[in-house]
Every structure is written in structure tokens, then in C-alpha cells.
């Protein structure tokens, strides 16, 4: 029997994390700028490397297909125009503050002008171009939004009333912080409220309302799990379908020691998709 | 001294705001000019290189002033200079793609070009923003989007039009790169 054909769902923040760890080794940020003035977080290499290694998959003729969607598209190009999210989300992971502030002023002429020209010039084109070498589905916008009615009751719900138990015994119950600390509950609380910074701080939280028709990262999945639905429907026979991301809201996560991945278990559960990151699924990948 | 700090401040606002309208007055004139051998004299001028030089000097005395303006705003600071820098070096190349078009003889080709890309518009409008940035003393996102998305497009052209030289994006592990860059020939056009 043929093994499964795979589907890879690839979310923004892999394609520009690739992109980005790609162009940071660009040659025009050679020698002391590249290791003293920029930093290269863990997710982009990851993202780098999975995105290598699916090309190196389609080149053995390994049934894969990375794809993305339309929101994921959106997405991209809503990071790469807006002046705001451009400055916290890509180059304020990227610098290293305290030696720029050290450079002189002709030094700090060259650095702007390469950072200029590499992350805010090259990096959308060439974004552009890594997802035109990707497939790209087909979403249906109404069915979408159910599907994002459905996730956030059926997924994330649940979670937000889960913390918002959790805060009031931590919180408001004036326990000190040496008992919390032993307390099993307060890593689940921690590891919660980690997940759903993200979703929290676009929300009013206190009177329980949620705009969560509003974030991305819902939509983006709803589009996974809508492309899943549809490839079941449509192919012979059922992928493997993964859904990779390294945003929070979807990562399995560690807090002092506790494995916190009840998120993606649901998911897998609810929409029968894999929810992984870039480095565990370079894992599963080199293991074929 | 401080009496000195507001006529040099002064001097610098009135020298950008001088500076675009030359940097204007060129761009137009230059776009004009290269109608002109298109249609009519089939011909690259002294004028036209001379007008190139006007624009790209204007296009340095900014570079400085914008780099000081917002020494203390420092997104603001790579925003405008490196825009700025950018926009200078490919009218360098406009200039020395010109000037060789000149000598293969090739004048109006060369000159349809830069009008069919609309290179000449592009740096009108990275012009018009600044003016806008400096009036304003922040970049918007509007205004961030209208530089960068021109500078883009000027940027792209450029390096098809080979008028500007684009390094190649190398990896460290020379391997890696050769076994990227076959599997991405193998499968792709991506241009790298």
C-alpha cells in the first residue's frame, strides 16, 4: 500500500520566518554586522530548514504538497505594509539594540541602508516568491466563518473560561506566590495564559467578549480545517494533513517542566489535523 | 548658541523642502526629455545626464537631512534614509545606463524603457511623500506604504533592467546552497 500523500498547510509566520533566515545571510550583511548587530531566532531557522527540507522532498518524488491560502497571503502582505507590525514583528526580533546604539554615525549610515534594503525592500519580494511556489487552495468564505464559530466554541472557549477560573484562585485569592508555586494548577494557568496572550489582548477580556472573528490566526485556521475537510471529500485516499505555525496560540509549549498541549490535542481530535510547529515538523520530515 | 541651533534648523528646513522641489523640477524635466528622444530627437543629451546629476545630488543633501531629523526616531530614521539611499543609487544606474545606451547607440531604446517602467514616476512619488513625511515629522503608514511599495517597484525593475546589481543571497554551508538552488531549479523559476 502507498504511504498517505501529505499535506502541508504553511502559515505566515513560516514563510516569513524562512524568508527572513534566508536573507540574513544575505552577503550585504556580511562580516561584524550580521553576527554583532542581528539576531536570528530559533523559529526562523526552523521555518528555514522546513521549507529546505520540503523542497528536498519534492525533489526525491515524495508525496507531499505544501501549500497556503488566502488569508495566509493576506496576512503576509498586511505584515509587510503596515509600518507598525514591520517594525515589532520583524526587525525588533531581528536587532540586537545595545550594539546598534554603540555603532558610529557613518556605521550607522551603512546599517540602516542594508537593513533598509534587505528586510524592508527584498524580504516581500522574495516572500512573494517562495509562496508563488506553493499551491494554493480554494476556501469557501461562508463555510469558513462556521468553521470559526465552531473552533472558537469547541477549542478555545472552553480554555479562556478554564483561565478565567484559573486567575480568580491565583489572583484574587491572595495566595502567596511560594504556594502557588507548588500548586499543580498555577503551570496550567501560567501555560494558558501564554497560549492566549495573543487572543487575550485582542479582546475585552473582563466582560467576556471576544472578537475572535476578527484574528487571523482563527481564520487562517479555518481555512486549514476547511482545505482538510475538502481533500477528504475529493481525494482517493485521506492525507495526512499538518497545519504548521509557530505562533502561540497553536504551539505546544513547556512551563516549568509541564508539556502543555492540550490545544493542538483538541484540534487533532476535533478536525483529525496535525497542529505542529517548524521544528517538530522538520522532525517528522527527517524521519522519511 | 541657541539663537544658532534655530538658523541652522531653519536652514535645513528650507534647504529639504528646496531640495525636493529641485529634486521635482528634475524628474519632471528628465521624464520629458526622454519623451522627447523617443519621439523626436532620437538622441541622449548632456542635458539629460546633467539633470540626472541635479537629481541625484538633491537626492543626497535629503539623505543627509532626513538621517538627522529623526536621529531619535529610529524606524522613522531607516524608513526615510535607506528610501532615500535606495532611490539615489538606482538613478546613479539610470544615469550610467544612459550614458551607455548613448554609446551603443541604442539612445531611444534605452530611453522607452525607463519611460515604459515608469521609473521617472516612481521617484515622483517617493518625492511627494517625503515632502509629506517632512512636513508632518512622521512617517504614517500611508505614507510608509507609498515610499516603500515604489521603492519596491523601482527596486525589482532595477535589477531586471540590470541597472542596479543585485548581490546573490549566499548561504553560509556552500553545500546547502548548491543543493537548494538545483531542487529550486528543478522545480521553480524562483529568481534568487
Known sequence: MLPKPMKIFLESSVVLGAAQDKLLESPQLDGYIQSKFLQKPERYIYSRKLVEKIFELLYRGINLEPFVSRKVKEEVKNLVDNKTTMEKKILRPLRIDENISGLSEPDRRIFDITVYQIFIIKLPIFVDEIIDEFSSTFVDRHECSQIVDDLFFKVYRPLITRLKFLAQNFELSGVSEKEKESDPDYKEYKALKLVLQGLMKNSVYPFGFWPYKNFFDFMILSEAIFANMKMKRELVQEPDFYFISNDKIFMVITVSGMVYDKVSKIIKKEYGINVLNSKDMVEVLEKI | ?192
Open chain 2, 1 to 192: 548658541m541657541p539663537v544658532l541651533v534655530i538658523i541652522l534648523s531653519n536652514f535645513n528646513e528650507n534647504k529639504a523642502v528646496v531640495d525636493i522641489k529641485n529634486a521635482q523640477t528634475s524628474t519632471y524635466k528628465i521624464e520629458s526629455s526622454l519623451e522627447q528622444i523617443i519621439s523626436v530627437s532620437g538622441q541622449i543629451t548632456e542635458e539629460i545626464i546633467g539633470e540626472f546629476d541635479n537629481l541625484i545630488k538633491n537626492f543626497e543633501n535629503l539623505a543627509n537631512i532626513f538621517f538627522k531629523k529623526f536621529e531619535n526616531k529610529y524606524f522613522n530614521q531607516i524608513i526615510a534614509f535607506g528610501a532615500i539611499k535606495t532611490t539615489s543609487e538606482i538613478c546613479k544606474g539610470l544615469k550610467n545606463n544612459l550614458i551607455a545606451g548613448h554609446k551603443s547607440g541604442e539612445n531611444p531604446i534605452v530611453a522607452e524603457k525607463i519611460i515604459d517602467k515608469n521609473y521617472m514616476s516612481y521617484i515622483a512619488i517617493i518625492l511627494e511623500s517625503l515632502g509629506k513625511v517632512y512636513d508632518v515629522g512622521e512617517i504614517n503608514n500611508e505614507e510608509f506604504m507609498s515610499i516603500n511599495e515604489s521603492v519596491r517597484n523601482l527596486f525589482k525593475n532595477s535589477v531586471q533592467d540590470k541597472i542596479l546589481e543585485e548581490k546573490k543571497v549566499q548561504f553560509a554551508n556552500k553545500a546547502s546552497e548548491e543543493m537548494f538552488l538545483s531542487m529550486l531549479r528543478n522545480f521553480t523559476n524562483l529568481k534568487i
